[in-house]
């Protein structure tokens, strides 16, 4: 339901919950879809019907979210983006311009494959540079950042740093963003530090999928 109007932009109020979120006069947001408290929707957006965004996010320039998406809280999208349905983008996120996200393996102009789509799933803190590509049906861990222009086609693990195309590890980042080193103090190989904030973490070998992966964890993350 529309409030007030704040010169282009148009003040709503979520009808089922009451919250406040500003829309560019612009943009559209359609009925059914459910919006949170102080989250800001730029030129020429579109959201959906039954699209869900939680509070405080961004929506850029040129976004569409489709039915099925689901975005949380905190969530910084840039300009240029559709997020297909059955992309789920969890609290933190950072999409960079002109990212793409997809959700047919194998699409074809005179086939269609809406009982197709295979779910992408953003984890909580992930940044994803401009013009990266993530292709349908992996996960992005938690805090992991993906270099501009990479194309993730296989599963991310937390806080991994993934460049290239094919996208590869190669090194690992903190929840600050930062790059980590190896803690060569400590004497322990396995051990990385952030030189910022100063947060720790340990690498461990686990079986996934019937393959040996290596993952971070941390030690005294705040």
Known sequence: MLKEKKGEMNIYSDDITGETYQVHESSYVDEGA???E?????????VMKNAKIGKKCSIGQNVNVGSKAV????????NNISIYDDV????????GPSMVFTNVINPRAFIERKDE?????????????????IVCGNSVGKYALIGSGAV???????????VGVPAKRIGWVCKCGVTLKKNEQKGNPEQYYCSECGNEYMKEKIVEN??????LKPVNEE
């Open 34 to 36: 459910s919006v949170g």
């Open 38 to 46: 102080g989250t800001k929707i730029w030129h020429f957006s579109h």
């Open 71 to 78: 975005i949380g809280n905190n969530v910084k999208v840039q």
């Open 88 to 95: 789920i983008l969890e609290d933190d996120v950072f999409c």
């Open 117 to 133: 789509y295979r779910r992408t799933l953003i984890r909580r803190g992930a940044s994803i540079g401009a013009n990266a590509t």
């Open 152 to 162: 993730v086609a296989r599963n991310v693990p937390d806080y991994a740093l993934m």
């Open 210 to 215: 019937g393959r040996e992966i290596e993952v």
